[in-house]
């Protein structure tokens, strides 16, 4: 059994929205406000979308319309995500919520802890 699991993914027109939801497994012992949701488009490095590890963080082309949060006792982490648009189009994945900065960090968290979800956004 994978750490984390996503879901909640799906193909969706430009301006709809999507809540994807991340469940840690018990024995993984993951700190939930530590955690964060990343993004892979195709031909593209895996990016930091949002986490309330520290200070909250959105991505800047995210602010305003993705909004995370978590809830211990259901072990979930989830991101509300509102006015689509097809640049949103990527594989979504759940990791630990690393510095903004940390750009290193961030390269290597997709795929690392589960299988990620898919979101598709058409115009």
């Known amino acids: 059994q994978a750490d984390l699991v996503e879901s909640g993914g799906g193909s969706v027109q430009a301006g709809e929205s999507l809540r994807l939801t991340c469940i840690a497994s018990?024995?993984?012992?993951?700190?939930?406000?530590?955690l964060g949701w990343y993004r892979q488009a195709p031909g593209s490095e895996c990016e930091l979308v949002a986490t309330n590890s520290g200070n909250p963080y959105y991505h800047p082309s995210v602010k305003g319309r993705f909004t995370i949060s978590h809830d211990d006792a259901k072990r979930t982490v989830a991101l509300q995500m509102n006015m689509l648009k097809p640049d949103d189009t990527a594989v979504y994945y759940c990791a630990p919520g690393y510095h903004p900065q940390a750009k290193d960090a961030h390269r290597i968290q997709c795929g690392l802890w589960g299988q990620g979800t898919q979101v598709t956004v058409s115009s």
């Open positions: 018990i024995a993984s012992g993951f700190n939930f406000p530590g």
